[in-house]
């Protein structure tokens, strides 16, 4: 599986991004798609993840500003993220689960600074 995540920049605080994943490759082996972040000296976590079934999880920190969604026929991820604050600047990674591994993107950097 590989993975292509865009849309990241620079935005100001109280504004608005939607990053974008699509996937390729064994498409039929994910079993979900979602979106992890890291910000610099920190762990990376996860920012919200769709599965095929099931509900959508969020991270704790979302607290209702972002949005996770599928379009299938196009194999694309997005996340759609409001109220950013400068705590939401990170290195954005999409993800994809199988049975056997987890597969990542290559990031997109997102900046929140006025």
């Known amino acids: 599986v590989q993975l292509q995540a865009s849309g990241g920049g620079l935005v100001q605080p109280g504004g608005s991004l939607r990053l974008s994943c699509v996937a390729s490759?064994?498409?039929?082996?994910?079993?979900?798609l979602g979106w992890y972040r890291q910000a610099p000296g920190k762990q990376r976590r996860m920012v919200a993840h769709?599965?095929?079934?099931?509900?959508?999880i969020y991270g704790d920190f979302v607290r209702g500003r972002f949005t996770i969604s599928r379009d299938n026929a196009k194999n694309t991820v997005y996340l759609e993220m409001s109220s950013l604050g400068p705590e939401d600047s990170a290195v954005y990674f999409c993800?994809?689960?199988?049975?056997?591994?987890?597969?990542w993107g290559q990031g997109t950097q997102v900046t929140v600074s006025s």
């Open positions: 993800n994809a689960l199988t049975y056997v591994r987890a597969f």
């Open positions: 490759g064994d498409i039929s082996s994910i079993n979900g």
């Open positions: 769709m599965p095929n079934r099931g509900d959508k």
